[in-house]
């Protein structure tokens, strides 16, 4: 399958600081990714839609100021946590589709990143 | 609006032995898509399986196959001769219909499945 790099894959980090998170398809190019949210034990929550050259799409509930998603490139997409808090920490998951698989709409998925917000 | 509903928490299973994930659905679309995806504890998501709604057969991949029954709305996810790597958390998973760009997926609540040695 197609290959989704996520980076990094645990970070901890002080309340009040900025985090980035990058997720990449190595292998083929992406006009849009997504990026999930899951707490533990339960399921993934979509957080946004990132779109290549323009502006993430948010889902309700979702602070765009707080979750700052940049999409640069076809191979890029960015997920930044400002001024994170304890309660943004969680497990966030990007993933993307491949041109030839957007008839079935296939997802893959990076390995995750671990946030842990002290 | 699209709905999956995982109702076993958890599962287990004997090594070599087969096991049925059960997932049901919820959807007013006439077209979309149904997925199984395996998160061992390393977190990262796995693609297992795919199902589309015209699919007149049953998807197999591997040791994977979807038992796709349209009428009852379900697509459970059976794993023949299970193995200890098989231990995972399953999820259950639908897309929208087909379009020219990604869509997203919904996610059912996952099934927590060990395998015993």
């Known amino acids: 399958g197609a290959v989704v790099s996520q980076h990094p894959s645990r970070v901890i980090c002080k309340s009040g600081t900025s985090v980035k998170i990058e997720c990449r398809s190595l292998d083929f190019q992406a006009t849009t990714m997504f990026w999930y949210r899951q707490f533990p034990k339960q399921s993934l929550m979509l957080m946004a839609t990132s779109n290549e050259g323009s502006k993430a799409t948010y889902e309700q509930g979702v602070e765009k100021d707080k979750f700052l998603i940049n999409h640069a490139s076809l191979t890029l997409s960015t997920l930044t946590v400002t001024s994170a808090h304890p309660e943004d920490s969680s497990f966030y998951i990007c993933s993307a589709s491949r041109l030839e698989d957007l008839a079935k709409n296939i997802q893959y998925f990076g390995a995750g990143t671990r946030l842990s917000v002290l | 609006a699209q709905k999956i509903t995982q109702t076993q928490p958890g599962m287990f299973v004997q090594e070599k032995e087969a096991v049925t994930l059960d997932c049901t659905y919820d959807t007013s679309d006439q077209s979309y898509g149904l997925f199984w995806y395996k998160q061992p504890s390393s977190g990262e998501m796995i693609f297992l399986i795919y199902?589309?709604?015209?699919?007149?057969q049953n998807a197999t991949e591997g040791r994977y196959s979807l038992n796709f029954q349209k009428a009852r709305k379900s697509a459970n996810l059976v794993i023949s001769a299970s193995q200890l790597g098989d231990s995972a958390m399953y999820f259950c998973a639908m897309g929208p219909p087909r379009s020219g760009s990604a869509r997203q997926l919904t996610f059912g609540s996952g099934t927590q499945l060990t395998v015993l040695p």
């Open positions: 199902q589309g709604s015209y699919d007149e």
